[in-house]
């Protein structure tokens, strides 16, 4: 996948990036690309991009956005003073599925969070997505902790 090029998002892929988080059973649900939710996407992105341990990335092949994943480096004092690094909101684009982009992004994300002095690459994912269970299971991630959220 060398074609594949990884940038931080601009404020300009915002509305590239919400289509994507919408384009799936669970994403369609819990996203909104109105014109008056798309506000919300901007504000949020100027947070992000304001945030040095934050990374909102887009995946090119050409001119095309083809996924995108945040990565989140949180410094901590557990397990002697490690980083880690999040991966979330993690989409390609649903026309580029099944063409092994997942796995050239995941290696590129770790291999971030290494640059960036992690020693541990975490995630979260919802328990509907079997599919995605699999892959990152592929990927050498281990379903090690339960996660919990609260709505507020």
């Not at 004092?77 to 991966?87: D, E, F, H, P, S």
């Not at 796995?103 to 995630?123: K, N, P, T």
Request: overall charge neutral; glycine content about 8%; some cysteine.
């Amino acid at each position: 996948m060398d074609r594949l090029r990884y940038r931080r998002a601009t404020a300009a892929d915002v509305e590239t990036i919400v289509a994507m988080l919408a384009d799936d059973v669970l994403g369609s649900s819990r996203e909104s690309a109105s014109p008056e939710g798309i506000e919300r996407y901007h504000q949020a992105f100027a947070e992000i991009d304001a945030d040095r341990n934050q990374f909102l990335c887009v995946i090119e092949d050409g001119q095309q956005i083809v996924g995108t994943l945040q990565l989140t480096f949180i410094p901590g004092l557990a397990r002697n003073g490690a980083k880690r690094g999040q991966i979330e909101a993690v989409r390609i684009a649903s026309d580029r599925r099944g063409e092994n982009i997942g796995q050239a992004m995941f290696a590129w994300a770790i291999d971030e969070c290494r640059a960036r002095g992690c020693s541990l690459v975490q995630l979260t994912t919802d328990k509907a997505r079997p599919d995605a269970h699999r892959f990152y299971e592929r990927l050498g991630f281990e379903p090690t902790h339960i996660g919990y959220k609260l709505k507020v």
